[in-house]
């Protein structure tokens, strides 16, 4: 299992990307009954609100940190975790589609 993430050397920002992780970790996380989503090629400018894992069904991306030059790439069979806070540009080269849950905020 290899992972990896964004060098950010301000704050812990980082993108962690599971690759081809096994059939009973996905069943463990309940991925089918997450929602879906979607988006042909294309930039889009995202801001994350809270902590996304995702795991893609088809697609590929590179994904860029504002602020820096670096970029994560992931697709197809990837588990990809994605922090509060990061604001970043998607630079989708084939459609995407896949199985994502934010984080639940703490309760107060």
Known sequence: MATTSTPDSSSDLSITVENDPSDSRLSELG??????????PGKYLLKFDAEETCYLLKGKVKVYPKGSSEFVEFGAGDLVTIPQGLSCTWDVSVAIDKHYKFASSPSS
């Open 31 to 40: 991925i089918k009954s997450w929602p879906k989503w979607g988006c042909p």
